[in-house]
Structure formats: structure tokens, C-alpha cells
């Protein structure tokens, strides 16, 4: 079976190529869904298949830029994208990733960088998957009980609290629909974009919740203006991983050439799966991911690669399932509109 393995030249390490064109393509479906690069699965992933902690963390960086690209530009013809808000949270997200990468060199070389991402990793993961549940869950409960805003039922709603610090300057969001202060996204991103650079992601996975929670966006805004974010930061951190020599570019090609595929699916699935829908398997992902991360750290490796690999299968079919009954629904009606005129 020597033939299903890949010499990774860069890294020094022989890989299962079956494994990266899964991850690839697979990412690339739910990158596009969630808005957000994947790469909170293709490290993890990555690593699991062989790869060197640091040289994971480069190559999923790379990766996720180039396959963010053909989402954004998908995404945009929908109108789900803020340009205007992308663009002022560039700002703190750039400063971000540096900083991050900067820890991940230095716990490199003290020899514990495997270990700390790791467990920095499954902190997140677990805070997210937390927050997402009790959204959803807080949500239903509102609205068994008729409580709703012009949103309809909302769960966490944060954003209405940082709305009203009136900071100058001030700033209106036309695509988004809200006015706040400029610093708002500017910190947001901030934050975010350290721990981009530090586990090895575009930031989506935190930018994403940050975007709806914190800064009030909604969900489907939220998903292709990240994916914006998620394009500009990753070509930065491919930029700084490439000058640390931590990027294997074999494995970018390899996972670029499923990850453009379906990067085109997950983005027309947004078109008929949005707010809780997306946010609930969004939720799912993650609580899987953290669970694999442990497995991983605890030296489970087969079980690791199992579950986050089969993961990433289920939830990419859930999405391909929403999309393609999304579409037959859509010319069910387009059918029935032409058939009564």
C-alpha cells in the first residue's frame, strides 16, 4: 500500500495523500457553509495524518487562503458579504496573527508546541461549542415564551450591550444593518487574530461567533464576510509561515484540489440553510473536533484520525443533502410559477 503515501519534502514526513484530498475537499464544503476556512479541522487533522505540529499549523494557513478566495467571491454574489466591516477589521487581525505566530516559534523552540496548541485548542473549542448550544437552546426558550425582537427569537445577544458604548468614531454598517463603534471590530479582530496565528487557523472558527454575538451581524452575513477575513488573514499567515520555512506546499496542492470544489457547494448551501440551522451544525462540528484533539493529546491516534475524519465525511453529505434539497425545492416552485402564468 506504499502507493497511497505521499513524500512530503519540506517537512521530511510521508503522508496518506487519500487523507489530504478528504480533509481538502471536505473543508472546503463546510469552510463555505460555516464561513470560515476549515482550518480549525485541518490542523488538528493535519497533525493526526503525521505532520509536525508547526508545519501543520503553515500548511493549513496556506491552504485555507487560496480556498477562501473561490468562497468570498461565491458569497459576494449572494450579497453576504460587508466589505466595509471586513476591511476595518483587518486592521487588529493583521497585528493579531503576528503576534500569534510569534508564540507558536517560541514555544517551538522550547519543545512544547505540540502539547500547548493542543490543549489551547480544546479550551476554545469547548467555549465555543458552549456558547453555540446555550444560543440555541436560550433562543427556543425565548420563543416558547413569546419573547422576540425584530430579529424574531434570539439567544445570546451581547452585540446590544457593545452597541452602546458610543466610542468616536462612530460607524454604520450598511450590509450588516447596525451602527457601532469603529474600535468594536477593530478589538474583536484583534483577539481573534492572535489566536489565528497561534493555532494555526484564519480565525473564522472564533471570528465567526464573534461576528453574531459581539458585533450583531447576521448569521449569513456573518459567514461570507468572515470568509473575506478569513482570504486576507490566511494570505498573511501563508506569507510569515513561508519566511519560518513552516509550510509544505506538496500538501497546499494536494488539499487546493478538492477544497475548490467544494468550497462551491458549502456556498450555495447557505442559500437555503440559515441563522440556528447553520449555527446548531456548526455547534456539532466543533464539540467533535475538541473530542478528537483530546484523543489525539491522550496518544488515541487511530480513534483521533477515526472521528475527526469521519466528522468532517458526516457533516460535508449534511450540507451536500441541504443543498441539493434546497435546489429541488427551489425548481419544484420555479416550475409551479410558470406553470400558473
Sequence with gaps: ??????????????ILWPGLVLIGFSVGVIGGFFGMGGAWM??????????????AIGTDIAHIAGKSMVSTIRHSK???????????????????????????????????????????????????????????????SNKKKGITSEKGAEGVTWYKTLHKLNIPPMMHFHASGFTCSMWLP?????????LAGFLGIGGGL???????????????????????????????????YTLKGRIEIVAVFVMLTGAA?????????????????????????????????VLKQLKYNTP??????????????????????????ELREKKANQQAQ
Design 42 to 55: 485541518v490542523t488538528p487533522g493535519l497533525n493526526i495524518l503525521g505532520f509536525p505540529m508547526a508545519f
Design 206 to 240: 472564533l471570528r465567526m461567533p464573534a461576528l453574531v454575538y459581539l458585533i450583531g451581524c447576521p448569521t449569513h452575513v456573518a459567514v461570507g464576510t468572515d470568509l473575506f477575513e478569513v482570504m486576507i488573514s490566511g494570505l498573511y499567515g501563508a506569507f510569515t
Design 1 to 14: 500500500m506504499e502507493w497511497l503515501y505521499m513524500y512530503m519534502p519540506i517537512a521530511g514526513v510521508k
Design 261 to 293: 470544489i467544494g468550497a462551491q457547494i458549502g456556498t450555495v448551501a447557505t442559500k437555503y440553510s440559515k441563522g440556528y440551522g447553520i449555527r446548531l451544525a456548526f455547534g456539532m462540528a466543533v464539540l467533535c473536533c475538541g473530542i478528537s484533539i
Design 78 to 140: 449572494f450579497g453576504n458579504v460587508d466589505y466595509k466591516l471586513g476591511i476595518v477589521m483587518l486592521v487588529g487581525t493583521m497585528v493579531g496573527i503576528e503576534i500569534g505566530a510569534q508564540l507558536v516559534m517560541f514555544l517551538e523552540r522550547i519543545g512544547t508546541v505540540g502539547s500547548v496548541v493542543r490543549w489551547v485548542y480544546v479550551v476554545f473549542l469547548a467555549l465555543i461549542a458552549w456558547m453555540v448550544f446555550y444560543d440555541y437552546f436560550k433562543a427556543v
Design 304 to 329: 483521533a484520525a477515526v472521528l475527526i475524519l469521519s466528522t468532517i465525511g458526516v457533516i460535508c453529505l449534511y450540507i451536500i443533502k441541504i443543498m441539493l434539497t434546497g435546489a429541488a425545492q
Design 186 to 194: 477593530i478589538m474583536v479582530s484583534l483577539a481573534t487574530g492572535i
